[in-house]
Nanobody, 115 residues
Framework: QVQLVESGGGLVQAGGSLRLSCAAS????????MGWYRQAPEKQRELVAT???????KYSDSVKGRFTISRDNAKNTVALQMNSLKAEDTAVYYC?????????WGQGTQVTVSS
């Protein structure tokens, strides 16, 4: 059974930092891209950052320079270091992994930034 389990969400003041982690298990194929998406209330889910197996990264313009994505291929984990958080970063953050023909999602972790 494929599982992506996120951790590290919570409540933080504007300007603060949080680190999200995600561990994938039960995936039979080598994981290609991993990433983080987020969904704020009444908004569509949007890309935050992705990282390939080789370490190439991509960020949304809204988080570039503040967030850093990283991964450990041996452990099938991906992390998102979030600095200089803003109120508009408040959302449920979802971990994502692409492996074989499948796209897998975590259950989401809430990040709330108070202004």
């Amino acid at each position: 059974q494929v599982q992506l389990v996120e951790s590290g969400g919570g409540l933080v003041q504007a300007g603060g930092s949080l680190r999200l982690s995600c561990a994938a298990s039960g995936i039979m194929f080598s994981i290609n891209a991993m990433g983080w998406y987020r969904q704020a209330p009444e908004k569509q889910r949007e890309l935050v950052a992705t990282i390939t197996r080789g370490g190439s990264t991509k960020y949304s313009d809204s988080v570039k320079g503040r967030f850093t994505i990283s991964r450990d291929n041996a452990k099938n984990t991906v992390a998102l270091q979030m600095n200089s958080l803003k109120a508009e970063d408040t959302a449920v953050y979802y971990c994502n992994a692409a492996a074989g023909l499948g796209i897998y999602w975590g259950q989401g972790t809430q990040v709330t930034v108070s202004s």
